[in-house]
Nanobody, 122 residues
Framework: QVQLVESGGGLVQAGGSLSLSCAAS????????MAWFRQGPGKEREFVAG???????YYADSVKGRFTISRDNGKNTFYLQMNNLKPDDTAVYYC????????????????WGQGTQVTVSS
């Protein structure tokens, strides 16, 4: 059974930092494109960041320079370091995986975690 399990969400003040983790199990994801998405209240799910199997990273403009995505293939885990958080970053954050080219459309991802809440207070 394939599972993605997020951890690390919580409540933080604006300007603070949080680190999210996504642990994958059930198969080896070293060749997968791994990504983080988020969905704020009343909003559509949006791409935040993604990392290829070779370590190339991609970011939404809204988080570029503040968020860093990374992966540890040996641990089948990838991460999202979030710095200088803003109230607009408040959302449920989801990790996702797909085998194939880099894409930002959530409909193209076959594996999803359950989500973790990130709340940034002003």
């Amino acid at each position: 059974q394939v599972q993605l399990v997020e951890s690390g969400g919580g409540l933080v003040q604006a300007g603070g930092s949080l680190s999210l983790s996504c642990a994958a199990s059930g198969r080896t994801f070293s060749s997968y494109f791994m990504a983080w998405f988020r969905q704020g209240p009343g909003k559509e799910r949006e791409f935040v960041a993604g990392v290829t199997s070779s370590g190339n990273s991609y970011y939404a403009d809204s988080v570029k320079g503040r968020f860093t995505i990374s992966r540890d293939n040996g641990k089948n885990t990838f991460y999202l370091q979030m710095n200088n958080l803003k109230p607009d970053d408040t959302a449920v954050y989801y990790c996702a995986a797909r085998l194939g080219i880099v894409v930002r459309n959530p409909n193209n991802f076959g594996y999803w975690g359950q989500g973790t809440q990130v709340t940034v207070s002003s």
